[in-house]
């Protein structure tokens, strides 16, 4: 996940990310047409929808913080990166921070 210019949430999300939100839109919304266009089941859309906003708020959350705990706390919004490790890289990352 690089990050690019910050103004611009969406060059923060995923290809991936952003061809989900693409298609969510051209189906005015729906989540039950979005399941049957991916061929998922409803709770696994929903599942997927949550994980992009819960990025979203990240991004619009975090505009000043490092691109390390940034990264971090996106990939714990993917689900990539557990609570507990987050905490740990991030308890690191401040003490070396500090340390500078």
């Known amino acids: 996940m690089a990050v690019a210019?910050?103004?611009n949430w969406t060059d923060l999300?995923?290809?991936e990310d952003l061809a989900f939100i693409k298609r969510f839109v051209l189906l005015s919304?729906?989540?039950k047409a979005l399941a049957k266009a991916y061929d998922i089941s409803y709770p696994t859309v929903r599942?997927?929808?949550d994980r992009v906003i819960q990025k979203i708020e990240v991004i619009d959350e975090q505009q000043d913080a490092d691109e390390f705990e940034r990264t971090a706390?996106?990939?714990v919004a993917d689900g990539r990166l557990?609570?507990?490790a987050f905490r740990s890289l991030i308890n690191a990352h401040r003490?070396?921070?500090e340390s500078h």
């Open 73 to 75: 706390r996106l990939l």
């Open 47 to 49: 599942l997927r929808l």
């Open 29 to 31: 919304g729906s989540l």
């Open 13 to 15: 999300l995923s290809g």
């Open 95 to 97: 003490k070396t921070q």
């Open 82 to 84: 557990d609570a507990d």
């Open 5 to 7: 210019d910050r103004s």
